[in-house]
């Protein structure tokens, strides 16, 4: 399986922006950036695969989020600009491992196999 590790959350005002990573260890057919506030269930934010293809987003952040890998240093981005309070919640990366998902499952949390433990992000107004 793979080991994943976030990093670069953060507090940050509306309007800013900021970047997390996800350092990766092992291979996955598709990776994607999940988020989870208080009373909510966990949410795919933007879903891609390792081999290529259009990244997935959701709509709530379509425009303003962007997600990108290095497959040299095997690692995961996560840019988020003009951020909202509504973007307040812990973000994980994950991968699955072992199968190509269909699109219509890159953001979906049930399958994924492969889990960091989350980097808190919370954007005050």
């Known amino acids: 399986h793979v080991q994943l590790e976030e990093s670069g959350g953060g507090s940050v005002q509306a309007g800013g922006s900021l970047t997390l990573s996800c350092a990766a260890s092992g291979f996955a057919y598709s990776l994607a950036w999940f988020r989870q506030a208080p009373g909510k269930k966990r949410e795919g934010v933007a879903g891609?695969?390792?081999?290529?293809?259009?990244?997935a987003y959701a709509d709530s952040v379509k425009g303003r989020f962007t997600i990108s890998q290095d497959s040299a240093k095997n690692a995961l981005y996560l840019q988020m600009n003009s951020l909202k309070p509504e973007d307040t919640a812990m973000y994980y990366c994950a991968a699955r491992d072992g199968t190509i998902l269909y699109r219509s499952q890159l953001l979906s949390n049930v399958d994924y196999n492969n889990w960091g433990q989350g980097t808190q992000v919370t954007v005050s107004s």
């Open positions: 891609i695969y390792t081999h290529g293809g259009n990244p």
